[in-house]
């Protein structure tokens, strides 16, 4: 009797599964219920932290103004070399590693059907495209100061705790904005991530730290900047972007995820560009705002981009510096269990290099004239000092 009761049971408590499933998550999954709950269950069905390209949408085309390939050319660095930092992008999961000296690609090599025009997901290295645009805002007269109040331009915030927070603490990832770690389908975090008015899930966010104290690599800080910019320069962050970036870099076209058509455009992630492309972008911020004898930036800019900031000496505009050792750097001062692993100190004292998830790197150093970028899927045995300390070694 029990047996015939569990039996029936386990039937009929399967049977309701897969009719919860069939109106529910399957016609989630093909839009039945809204974008938003397209967005979320079909990341699901994958990786959530890297979904594939054809569930960002809908994108937003950033113009290039391709005319030709970069440069390639011999190098001093020794073949064996650049085959030990092969290896070593190899066994770490990667899909390409592209090395640049002296403004000539001298090495590159891909895996897992990558090429070099690929398009890969930034991820968080869309962050520092921020910091890159903040300069033109500043040089365009849109915003007097990076030390102004972001409230001038986030009205939202005035009269609250965020009234204080200046735009260099967003710069800084220092904002004292509040990240949480609910992922629910209904979270404030999830609505930030996939929800259709990130504008107003971020502005919404709240407070856990006074501004400028406390180092927090959180998205809602990026994602403040480019409402800023947004909101200053009266443009579209994609056109602005692509206006003073990426058609003077000569680059293909780029995307950017927006929330929906015609919303607001992700800079706390989520750009689509090419592998080469990203050489173009490490190679103009290596040689202080140049790129192939044309000025992309402000004269100075990225001499503050890399300036050390209050809350972290390693961290200056939206992006890393290589200035104090420590063998494990969190992405919030307060957390140990988030961090990426240096097994050395850097061997030069100016590098400085770009950071997204899944171990998307590109690494500057301007002493050796040096750009090192490595796309491909997170390895948790990555060690940030191993390719450049490598390569550095190898030209001095």
Same mark, same amino acid.
């Given at each position: 009797?029990?047996k015939k ?13 897969i009719?919860?499933? *069939? ?5 989630? %999954?093909f839009?039945?219920?809204? &974008? ?8 699901i ?7 594939r ?7 937003e085309?950033t113009?290039?103004n ?7 050319g011999?190098?001093?660095?020794p ?6 930092a092969?290896n ?34 930034? =991820?968080?290295?869309t962050? %520092? ?5 903040m300069?033109?805002a500043?040089? @365009? ?10 409230s001038?331009?986030?009205?939202? $915030?005035r009269?609250?705790?965020k ?6 603490d967003?710069?800084?990832?220092? !904002?004292?904005?509040?990240?949480d770690?609910n992922?629910s ?8 991530v996939?929800?259709l008015d ?8 709240g ?10 690599h959180v ?7 480019g409402?800023?910019?947004?909101r ?17 870099? !000569?680059?293909? @076209?780029?995307?950017f995820?927006v929330?929906?058509?015609g !919303?607001?455009? =992700? %800079? @706390?992630?989520?750009? $689509?560009?090419?592998?080469?492309d ?6 103009? &911020?290596?040689?202080?705002g140049v ?8 004269? !100075? $800019?990225?001499d ?15 992006? $890393?510096?290589?200035n104090?050792?420590?063998e ?8 140990e269990?988030?961090?990426?692993? =240096? ?5 030069a ?5 770009? @950071?997204?998830?899944g171990?998307?790197?590109?690494y *500057?150093?301007?002493?050796?004239? &040096? ?11 990555w ?12 030209l001095?």
């Amino acid at each position: 009797m029990i047996k015939k009761f569990i039996k029936g049971t386990l039937k009929w408590s399967f049977l309701t599964f897969i009719l919860v499933m *069939m109106t529910t998550f399957v016609p989630a %999954t093909f839009g039945l219920y809204g &974008l938003y709950w397209e967005r979320w269950t079909t990341s699901i069905l994958g990786n959530p932290l890297s979904p594939r390209f054809s569930w960002y949408k809908p994108l937003e085309l950033t113009p290039g103004n391709f005319v030709a390939p970069l440069e390639s050319g011999p190098s001093l660095i020794p073949q064996d070399v650049f085959e030990a930092a092969s290896n070593y992008a190899e066994e770490n999961n990667s899909n390409s590693l592209v090395i640049q000296h002296e403004g000539k690609i001298v090495f590159e090599r891909y895996w897992n059907e990558t090429e070099p025009d690929s398009l890969f997901g930034l =991820h968080s290295l869309t962050k %520092t495209m921020n910091a890159i645009m903040m300069g033109h805002a500043v040089e @365009d007269g849109y915003i007097e100061s990076v030390d102004m109040l972001a409230s001038v331009f986030i009205e939202e $915030w005035r009269g609250t705790p965020k009234d204080s927070i200046t735009i260099r603490d967003l710069l800084n990832m220092a !904002g004292g904005l509040k990240e949480d770690y609910n992922f629910s389908p209904t979270s404030q975090r999830i609505q930030r991530v996939m929800g259709l008015d990130i504008a107003t899930a971020n502005i919404d966010i709240g407070v856990d730290s006074p501004p400028g104290t406390v180092f927090s690599h959180v998205n809602p800080n990026p994602q403040m900047l480019g409402i800023i910019i947004q909101r200053a320069s009266g443009k579209r962050f994609s056109e602005y972007f692509s206006e003073k970036i990426w058609q003077p870099l !000569g680059a293909r @076209d780029a995307f950017f995820f927006v929330d929906q058509e015609g !919303g607001m455009v =992700h %800079t @706390d992630c989520c750009m $689509w560009a090419s592998i080469r492309d990203m050489v173009r972008v490490g190679g103009m &911020l290596m040689n202080n705002g140049v790129f192939q004898d044309k000025e992309i930036l402000p004269p !100075g $800019w990225v001499d503050e981009m890399i300036s050390p900031s209050k809350a972290n000496p390693n961290y200056g505009m939206q992006i $890393w510096l290589g200035n104090e050792y420590q063998e494990f750097r969190p992405y919030d001062a307060r957390l140990e269990s988030f961090a990426n692993f =240096h097994g050395a100190p850097y061997k030069a004292d100016d590098l400085f290099f770009m @950071d997204g998830i899944g171990k998307q790197r590109i690494y *500057m150093v301007p002493s050796k004239s &040096l750009v090192i970028v490595r796309t491909g899927d997170n390895s948790r045995e990555w060690d940030d000092s191993m390719l450049p300390n490598l390569l550095i070694d190898a030209l001095e």
